[in-house]
């Protein structure tokens, strides 16, 4: 099919990821699109489809890294197709229950790999956790990484980041964008409950992130791409519609989560940045993530924290007032700056200096730039007022997840009513980005959320 270019909204509808792969794509918006990305491929007995793609690049030595569980559901077919056509496919197979992305499986991957012969691509067998470290290893040694994806799980499969625990802290690295996604509807559909459920809400998210987008071009005139914006918007209202399909399992309804799950990772290799995908309600559940992780326990999966996240942030939209705020004499941090401080210590404990040292470079705090930001807000107030109207109602959303199990309180995430009420007040400053958060701190409204 022929590509329309540039890009913009109108044409956002018949947009294709697959027919845009290795292109450049000048966009609408300004900016030249592009993703490392060159092959998707979903479909039935994928691994069949593994050696021509790695005689395509060139590849002699692919090494292989999975789980027990994502060996027996995916991992063994993919070595099996790999020894039939002739390659080594050499492996390590952790035999953690539950995979963390730390120091430990960092050091046990690397070990396994110095006895491995000369290893030329990396192969990722599983979903989220796995990419992590592999990515991550791939991209210290200068590598290409494929991706066969296990799970519907997250939107980071077409990520060129890693997440990764260190010191206990959740910190981000640079790591190998995969040159291939590639999945088998039967392995998706199978996947547990809970990854079923944490790759929906990670979609549903996507109202809060948008609309937070919407509102850094609105305040701070932030680079924004209304293509961008239609493409993941149409992602999010088909996994909305599918839900109770994918919770039954149907394959079409599960490939398609699936799909919009690499778009939206598509859409920030696009932007170059998580700003499509990823707003107020995904610092919550970082933040949440964090405490947990200081706590020493295993935290729910990424999405299902969102979705929560997300039923916050839909009641924060809708609390603002249709008549802009004073703003006269509101108390921000950056005017307190030593209690603030204080109070990041104390809520962030180790973690805190990152965020103290973020606070120095974040424009968020520099008082010259709020009062451009104040007068922004003030003039553009309706149309701020309007972006409510494109977040559904907490109740409405909470119907939604009723359908696929959910969080619908705090507790079903292990956060306690206090971490929720530090979450608001805390959160957004673990990220230099701006969202309903900063917009209640710029108007002075944040006491409003210690009250809740
Ligand atoms: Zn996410
Ligand atoms: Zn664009």
Same mark, same amino acid.
């Given at each position: 099919?022929?590509?329309?270019?540039? %890009?913009? *909204? !109108? &044409?956002?509808?018949?947009?294709? @990821?697959?027919?845009?792969?290795?292109?450049?794509? $000048?966009?609408?918006?300004?900016?030249?699109?592009?993703?490392?990305?060159?092959?998707?491929?979903?479909?039935?007995?994928?691994?069949?489809?593994?050696?021509?793609?790695?005689?395509?690049?060139?590849?002699?030595?692919?090494?292989?890294?999975?789980?027990?569980?994502?060996?027996?559901?995916?991992?063994?077919?993919?070595?099996?197709? %790999?020894? *039939? !056509? &002739?390659?080594?496919?050499?492996? @390590?197979?952790?035999?953690?229950?539950?995979?963390? $992305?730390?120091?430990?499986?960092?050091?046990?991957?690397?070990?396994?790999?110095?006895?491995?012969e000369a290893i030329d691509f990396w192969i990722a067998v599983g979903s989220g956790t796995l990419n992590d470290l592999v990515r991550y290893v791939a991209h210290r040694r200068s590598q290409p990484y494929l991706v066969v994806a296990t799970a519907p799980s997250m939107d980071g499969y077409a990520s060129g980041a890693s997440p990764l625990i260190i010191d206990r802290m959740k910190q981000t690295f640079p790591a190998q964008s995969p040159r291939a996604i590639l999945a088998d509807p039967e392995v998706l559909a199978a996947a547990p409950e809970r990854l079923l459920a944490a790759g929906v809400g990670d979609v549903l998210g996507k109202?809060?992130?948008?609309?937070?987008?919407?509102?850094?071009?609105?305040?701070?005139?932030?680079?924004?791409?209304?293509?961008?914006?239609?493409?993941?918007?149409?992602?999010?209202?088909?996994?909305l519609a599918l839900r109770r399909a994918i919770f039954r399992r149907e394959l079409a309804a599960v490939t398609e989560l699936f799909y919009a799950l690499v778009e939206v990772g598509i859409a920030m290799d696009y932007q170059g940045s998580s700003r499509p995908a990823s707003g107020a309600e995904h610092h919550l559940a970082h933040f949440w993530e964090m405490q947990q992780l200081l706590d020493g326990c295993h935290a729910p999966p990424h999405g299902i924290q969102v979705a929560y996240g997300a039923l916050l942030t839909a009641e924060l939209w809708r609390a603002l007032p249709a008549i802009c705020p004073t703003t006269e004499g509101a108390l921000t941090h950056a005017g307190d700056r030593p209690s603030w401080e204080q109070g990041i210590r104390r809520i962030y404990g180790p973690a805190a200096?990152?965020?103290?040292?973020?606070?120095?470079?974040?424009?968020?705090?520099?008082?010259?730039?709020?009062?451009?930001?104040?007068?922004?807000?003030?003039?553009?107030?309706?149309?701020?007022?309007?972006?409510?109207?494109?977040?559904?109602?907490?109740?409405e959303l909470e119907a939604a997840y009723r359908d696929v199990g959910l969080p619908l309180d705090a507790a079903s995430i292990r956060v306690s009513p206090g971490r929720e009420r530090d979450g608001l007040l805390w959160a957004r400053d673990l990220r230099s980005r701006y969202t309903i958060f900063r917009l209640y701190e710029d108007l002075g409204l944040s006491t409003i959320l210690g009250e809740r």
């Open positions: 099919m022929s590509l329309k270019l540039p %890009l913009d *909204a !109108a &044409g956002a509808a018949d947009f294709h @990821f697959q027919d845009a792969l290795g292109q450049e794509l $000048p966009c609408s918006c300004g900016r030249v699109h592009r993703t490392q990305l060159e092959a998707f491929i979903i479909s039935a007995k994928v691994a069949d489809r593994l050696p021509d793609l790695l005689r395509r690049w060139g590849c002699r030595h692919p090494y292989l890294v999975m789980d027990r569980n994502t060996e027996r559901v995916q991992g063994a077919d993919v070595r099996a197709a %790999l020894r *039939a !056509a &002739g390659f080594p496919a050499q492996d @390590f197979i952790f035999p953690d229950p539950e995979l963390v $992305p730390d120091e430990s499986a960092l050091k046990r991957l690397e070990a396994a790999t110095r006895r491995a109202y809060s992130a948008l609309a937070d987008w919407e509102l850094g071009r609105i305040v701070t005139g932030e680079s924004y791409c209304p293509f961008l914006v239609a493409r993941v918007a149409r992602s999010r209202d088909s996994v200096p990152p965020v103290l040292a973020l606070a120095d470079t974040d424009p968020v705090h520099n008082p010259a730039l709020r009062r451009d930001r104040l007068a922004a807000i003030r003039a553009n107030w309706p149309q701020i007022y309007a972006l409510r109207e494109q977040v559904p109602l907490r109740a």
